[in-house]
């Protein structure tokens, strides 16, 4: 089993549509969880990290379920600039140690 | 302030030839960790570099190496390059005990 999976997508979706990316990952130790975004032949960004709590940052929410090993990320009123992939991404343990990625899920919004 | 930047941006090389890519970190980070991205991949972690020596390794061959600098900047090195090593080359820089990390732009390494 990969350490993080992602469904690839690609996922097409209209203006203004809402769209939900689902993520799991295999190591129940896992401390730390974010979602990055990375735009065509770029580097990956930090769009946001995901916290116990959840987390809203204006169109993007953010979903942690610890006990079900998974991590969501919600995209409202979507914009064509918001097409891009979208990296799945968890931190093994505590602090300063190696980030592992999901292949990622690409989006396309269309107008 | 400047962020993470890596230098060349670009580069070919043929099978058998070493390389030697460059990364600085964002100001105020001291821990520099590189990524290889190959198309369609996720980045995978190559190792990363704390106060000078390499602290973290992933399941990459001894022909990678790398180097930390008292100024926290970092090399990533590849002997006898080998087509499959063609890929997206990051350097991530963060702060030591903080899990959020940032990348530079990347290099592109292509293998002939």
């Known amino acids: 089993r990969k350490e993080v999976e992602q469904d690839p997508g690609p996922f097409n979706v209209p203006e203004g549509a809402t769209v939900a990316f689902n993520c799991t990952y295999s190591n129940s130790a896992s401390q730390s969880f974010f979602w990055y975004r990375q735009d065509c032949r770029k580097e990956p960004k930090l769009l946001m990290s995901v916290y116990s709590s959840g987390n809203e940052d204006g169109r993007f929410t953010a979903q942690l379920n610890r006990a079900s090993q998974y991590i969501s990320l919600l995209i409202r009123d979507s914009k064509l600039s918001d097409s891009a992939t979208y990296l799945c991404v968890v931190n093994k343990y505590s602090g300063n140690t190696p980030l592992v990625f999901g292949k990622g899920t690409r989006l396309s919004v269309i107008a | 302030d400047a962020g993470v930047t890596q230098s060349p941006t670009h580069l070919i090389k043929t099978r058998g030839q070493q390389v030697t890519l460059r990364c600085s970190p964002k100001?105020?980070?001291?821990?520099v960790s590189w990524y290889q991205q190959a198309l369609g991949q996720g980045p995978q972690f190559i190792f990363q570099y704390y106060e000078e020596e390499e602290r973290q390794r992933g399941n990459f061959p001894d022909r990678f190496s790398g180097h930390q600098f008292p100024n926290y900047s970092s090399e990533l090195n590849v002997n006898a390059l080998l087509l499959g090593d063609s890929a997206l080359y990051l350097c991530?820089?963060?702060?030591?005990?903080?899990?959020?990390?940032?990348f530079g732009q990347g290099t592109r390494l292509t293998v002939v």
């Open positions: 991530a820089s963060s702060r030591a005990g903080v899990g959020e990390a940032f």
């Open positions: 100001s105020g980070h001291d821990t």
